[in-house]
């Protein structure tokens, strides 16, 4: 069972250099979200999609575009990193989006993380 | 504006002992979700209970059990007999339109 699969786990960028973060998840699930997380700070939502070809902002968007072309894939891009982006990402998945607004009332499945450093 | 506060950053306690992290979250909403997530050393997050605004019973799985009290809008966690396996770090959020996690707690249980 693959669940939610995220990759590469660990990215050393430069400053200014752009990547994709991948994120696929095989449970058919409609809610897709991409998270940092930074110590003392939690989990903060980046973006969120409610289902294919649906995207939004989540609370820390900036620096980072989103597309969902399909259920199962998820890509978080950088298109210009800044070592302000260092963190520790995380993607998740849940069965139904929310009825409105960003959270999912469903439990999330998350994938192993990508720890990220721009240097 | 919502919010989730978990005042204990770090807690260490003896395998054996009980321990109660706290959750203490803010929202003007009536209709809302909680959730607790634990943080294994191994890096992935996982699920252990979702509790709706109107479902105020306490739940108990195991040696885990949750207190909900809209009354002080705080959603606590105890661990009842800790073992070296719940060193983690454990996360509370609050779901509604919005979704917020806590900081994080993090635990360590000595042998």
């Known amino acids: 069972n693959a669940g939610v699969t995220q990759t590469p786990k660990f990215q050393v960028l430069k400053t200014g250099q752009s990547m994709t973060l991948q994120c696929a998840q095989d449970?058919?699930?409609?809610?897709m979200s991409w998270y940092r997380q930074d110590p003392g700070m939690g989990l903060r939502l980046i973006h969120y999609?409610?289902?294919?070809?649906?995207?939004d902002q989540g609370e820390v968007p900036n620096g980072y575009n989103v597309s969902r072309s399909t259920t199962e894939d998820f890509p978080l891009r950088l298109l210009s990193a800044a070592p302000s982006q260092t963190s520790v990402y995380f993607c998740?998945?849940?069965?139904?989006?929310?009825?409105?607004?960003?959270?999912?009332?469903?439990?999330?499945?998350f994938g192993s993380g990508t720890q990220l450093s721009v240097l | 504006a919502q919010k989730v506060t978990q005042a204990q950053t770090e807690i260490s306690v003896v395998e054996k002992e009980d321990v109660t992290l706290d959750c203490v979250y803010e929202?003007?909403?009536?209709?809302?979700?909680l959730f607790w997530y634990k943080q294994p050393p191994s890096g992935e997050l996982v699920f252990l209970i979702r509790?709706?605004?109107?479902?105020?019973q306490n739940e108990i799985s195991g040696r885990y059990s949750w207190n909900f009290q809209k009354s002080t809008s705080s959603f606590n966690f105890t661990i009842t007999a800790s073992q070296v396996v719940d060193s983690a770090v454990y996360f509370c959020?609050?779901?509604?339109?919005?979704?917020?996690f806590g900081a994080g707690t993090r635990l360590t249980v000595k042998p």
């Open positions: 998740a998945s849940s069965y139904s989006p929310p009825p409105q607004g960003r959270g999912t009332n469903e439990k999330l499945f």
């Open positions: 449970m058919n699930h409609e809610y």
């Open positions: 999609s409610v289902g294919a070809g649906i995207t």
């Open positions: 929202t003007r909403d009536t209709t809302y979700y």
């Open positions: 509790r709706n605004s109107f479902d105020e």
């Open positions: 959020a609050l779901i509604n339109n919005d979704m917020r």
